[in-house]
């Protein structure tokens, strides 16, 4: 599934955005392949999105020197998990959502049990890439990169995360487990692309630690930037429900902080995280282009 570029101008976030696209397709079984519903659904799960974790992983890579080849793996495994979490996400029994990225959710246009195993079939198939001997890179850098993403995606992480949200319904959490909740919700998997990228460099200790923490802030700030869109935009540009948070009594920044203070706490955890980066000089331009493409967006 590798692909014969083995570099792009760094800061070509648009290249490494087509490459996603197209490492993911190439990961996914053809359509039509048996049971071709479940495939079929499992590549309809897998449409739109930023496409940011993936950007992540590649834009960490750019900044560390990675040849592209040893980071298409780690990227398209990240991706996987994301849609796999996103269809469980919006099930009758989790958020209970119609729409995702600006389309009936993979439970409305398929039915809810082809769902429950598109989500199955996406995560095991996330590993299943990241196993793949093709990846390029040491074996012993290749089962760091097992590690990391059963931790960020499980109980420990994602999962965990999604549980604590489910029972924070209807009831005030304070700021701080809010901030623990969405460390693992959301942050987890955007932290984890940078460390997929490091591990695939075999960065050393401290470059490891500084992407580490740009992913933690940057997941803090993304949560808290979604939660004001949630209140401020509108559906057709979110591609989800807007106001689904309000409707369904969680807590979030605004409505613990206020619609300004919440707004004010983003753009400041988006300058500490580019703060984060500053002992990488020069060479961080790539993450920080990104991260600028994150704050200015409007879903």
Do not use: W
């Not at 101008?9 to 197209?22: F, N, V």
């Not at 996400?89 to 246009?109: F, I, S």
């Not at 598109?118 to 089962?143: C, I, K, M, N, Y």
């Not at 075999?202 to 979604?226: K, P, W």
């Amino acid at each position: 599934m590798t692909l014969p570029e083995s570099s792009l101008p760094a800061t070509d976030l648009g290249g490494y955005l087509h490459r996603a696209e197209r490492v993911l397709a190439a990961a996914l079984p053809p359509a039509d392949t048996d049971p071709a519903r479940l495939h079929e659904a499992m590549r309809y799960a897998c449409r739109g999105g930023k496409r940011l974790r993936a950007l992540l992983t590649y834009c960490a890579g750019a900044v560390l020197g990675v040849d592209l080849n040893k980071l298409d793996a780690p990227a398209c495994a990240l991706e996987l998990i994301h849609a796999y979490s996103l269809v469980h996400d919006d099930l009758p029994a989790m958020d209970d959502d119609d729409l995702r990225r600006g389309q009936p959710t993979t439970h409305v246009a398929y039915d809810e049990a082809t769902a429950i195993l598109v989500g199955d079939a996406l995560q095991t198939l996330a590993f299943r890439v990241l196993a793949e001997p093709q990846t390029h890179t040491s074996p012993a850098a290749q089962l760091q990169m097992l590690r990391l993403l059963a931790d960020a995606a499980g109980s420990l992480g994602m999962v965990g995360g999604q549980a604590v949200d489910i029972e924070s319904e209807h009831l005030k959490i304070p700021l701080a487990r809010l901030e623990s909740l969405h460390a693992r919700k959301t942050g987890a998997l955007i932290r984890c692309g940078l460390e997929l990228a490091a591990a695939a460099g075999e960065a050393d200790a401290e470059q490891t630690r500084a992407l580490s923490e740009f992913g933690r802030l940057l997941g803090l700030a993304y949560q808290i930037q979604d939660d004001v869109l949630d209140e401020s935009s509108s559906t057709a540009v979110l591609g989800k429900t807007q106001g689904k948070d309000r409707a369904q009594e969680k807590s979030t920044y605004p409505a613990l902080l206020g619609f300004d203070a919440a707004k004010a706490l983003a753009s400041e955890t988006f300058a500490r995280a580019r703060g984060a980066l500053d002992g990488f000089g020069a060479r961080a331009a790539p993450l920080l282009a990104l991260a600028a493409t994150i704050e200015q967006r409007d879903h």
